[in-house]
């Protein structure tokens, strides 16, 4: 699945530097709300809704398992009080969103601000995109049918969407592909959570 992690641009090889996206909004909150505040958006099987208190038990049950977050470059918490942490981060600045099954939740998507440095951006207003889909719930279509709903919506607001995924997570590469972004770029970057340097790839999908 795309990617979940902070993140940091860095040159194919090279060690990390410049600061590119992080998902958990930062002091401030630079990107302050998706403009779902109150609403509900539907797919054929879906519904979508942003993150809310009431949810964070269920969602700490689906991101118990490493298999289900590490392909998002992050692990478990290893304790509640560190849950608690990650999800109020996740859901102050509005941009984290509940997938519903059923009005079961099978899962989350989250927005941040995203720098792109090529000149064709320049001008443009970019927000990067990612999802944890719980294990009970993959190889069903879900994945597909959540971003092609959730990027249209968005590109109704903003004028890029960004999702980044690892180079070698080729399931999450076909969905982003199916979903119509194109591929942008790799780079590299170390992943605190995982110990690990990985190859992402970026996609983009534009108006």
């Known amino acids: 699945m795309p990617i979940s992690q902070s993140r940091r641009r860095a040159v194919v090889g090279s060690p990390v530097n410049t600061l590119r996206w992080n998902p958990i909004p930062q002091k401030g ?39 289900v977050t590490k392909p998002a470059g992050f692990l478990p918490a290893d304790s509640e009080e560190g849950f608690d942490q990650f999800f ?5 600045c509005h941009t984290a969103v509940a997938i519903l099954h059923h009005d079961q939740l099978i899962g989350y998507f989250h927005v941040n601000q995203y720098n792109l440095s090529q000149e064709a951006y320049a001008h443009k207003s970019c927000v990067g995109v990612g999802f944890v889909i719980g294990k009970d719930y993959q190889k069903q279509g879900f994945g597909t049918e959540m971003l092609r709903r959730m990027t249209q919506y968005l590109l109704s607001v903003f004028d890029v969407c960004v999702a980044d995924c690892f180079k070698e997570n080729v399931p999450s590469r076909k969905t982003i592909e199916r979903c119509g972004y194109a591929y942008l770029e790799d780079y590299t970057m170390f992943f605190d959570a995982l110990g690990q340097e990985k190859t992402c790839s970026s996609y983009v999908r534009q108006r």
Not at 49 to 64: I, P, W
Not at 88 to 92: A, G, N, Q
Request: charged share 25%; aromatic share 2%.
């Open 88 to 92: 109020s981060e996740l859901t102050r």
């Open 29 to 67: 909150c630079i990107l302050h709300m998706i403009g779902l505040e109150n609403k509900t958006l539907t797919s054929q099987r879906l519904e979508y809704r942003l993150l809310v208190q009431a949810d964070k038990e269920s969602l700490a049950g689906l991101l118990r398992s490493p298999s």
